[in-house]
């Protein structure tokens, strides 16, 4: 997936995957009863900062906590901007 944003320092842009729909067990979750995805794949990487270099890179998925970051949209997309050390594991 190409992005044409760069992100400064040490931030990074992720596409969050989608919300489940169904349990394990196959009932179907409404709208209204989603969770918000703690889940993403990284689009862009920043440079990082002076004497430290970013961990994440482009296409790792990665685990972030519920209220991360900052949404927006780009070219009909939903995206989130955070800083790496907002970013708990990566998958």
Known sequence: ????IKPISDRV????????????SGIIIPDTA??????GTV???????KDYTMTVKIGDTVLYG????????????DYLI???DEIYAIL
């Not at 689009?43 to 900062?49: I, P």
């Open 43 to 49: 689009v862009a990487v920043g440079n990082g900062k």
């Open 66 to 77: 519920k209220y991360s970051g900052t949404e927006f949209k780009y070219e009909g997309k």
């Open 82 to 84: 955070m800083r790496e």
């Open 1 to 4: 997936m190409s992005l044409n």
């Open 13 to 24: 842009v992720i596409a969050p995957l989608a919300a489940e729909t169904t349990t394990a």
């Open 34 to 39: 989603k969770e918000k995805p703690q889940k």
